[in-house]
């Protein structure tokens, strides 16, 4: 057998037979809390063009499998983050559809937990699971506290355990997580965020959307008070006797 590159994915003889993965079961899970959760787990590092800012290719996503092996069932985190990867052009065929950690030649670099229950095994069997895999980050953000007093909890992988971080910063990432009470999407509640080092959240879509708009709204004050400045300074000229709008003569050598 030839010696394979673990960077890259492995080529197409030594591939297993992907029928044999459920990528997709069609079973309605989550509540409308985790969903919204879910996509402000997502969208805002599209939306932020966080890849840009970054200066590496970034892959986020909810709700997809990540498999393992032959055989092994996918475990599907509410939220995954991974870099230096890119989606194929087409996500139909039955390889494109899931996060094979093969195809990808590596595994996510974080993953996180929302939980809404007391079922979902994010303290034990997911967290081991996860270690296994070697994925980098796990977090789990409890927002009814089902599990503790802790609402967030950030593991980072040392060796083959997690440890409990210092704090929610994902330093091989470049991304913080951090609790944020405020309103989306007109519910209001305590939500987790993605943040920069300095604590400063990644804004969603309609975040930089209304930024703009307020730029936008300050620009036009200040071009309107520029404009009364105008017309009062023509007006005193006028009251002097001076036409503000005739060309000043040019002046002779």
């Not at 230096?84 to 065929?93: F, G, I, M, T």
């Not at 030649?105 to 270690?131: C, F, L, M, Q, W």
């Not at 040392?158 to 997580?177: I, P, S």
């Not at 993605?194 to 004050?221: H, K, S, Y």
Request: proline share 8%; net charge negative; with cysteine.
């Amino acid at each position: 057998m030839p010696e394979l590159d673990p960077t890259r994915p492995p080529p197409p003889e030594y591939l297993p037979d992907y029928e044999q993965f459920v990528t997709e079961d069609d079973t309605p899970v989550d509540n409308f809390f985790s969903e919204k959760q879910q996509r402000l787990l997502t969208e805002p590092l599209y939306s932020s063009n966080v890849a840009e800012r970054l200066g590496r290719p970034l892959l986020a996503a909810a709700n997809v499998g990540i498999f393992f092996g032959e055989g092994e069932p996918a475990i599907v985190p509410d939220v995954l983050l991974s870099l230096d990867v890119r989606l194929a052009e087409d996500l139909w065929p039955k390889p494109n559809r899931s996060y094979f950690i093969w195809r990808f030649a590596k595994p996510p670099d974080a993953v996180v937990e929302i939980v809404s229950n007391r079922e979902g095994g994010e303290t034990d069997r997911k967290r081991t699971r996860y270690a296994q895999l070697g994925i980098g980050y796990y977090i789990i953000f409890d927002p009814q506290r089902l599990l503790g007093d802790e609402l967030l909890r950030c593991y980072e992988l040392r060796g083959r355990t997690y440890v409990l971080c210092e704090d929610a910063w994902l330093r091989d990432v470049g991304l913080g997580a951090r609790l944020w009470e405020g309103e989306y999407e007109g519910v209001q509640a305590v939500w987790l965020r993605w943040c920069d080092q300095d604590g400063n959240l990644i804004p969603t879509g309609a975040e930089l959307a209304a930024q703009e708009r307020v730029r936008a709204e300050e620009e036009r004050q200040r071009a309107e008070a520029e404009r009364q400045r105008a017309e009062r300074l023509a007006a005193r000229l006028r009251a002097l006797g001076v036409d503000p709008d005739e060309e000043m003569p040019e002046a002779h050598q």
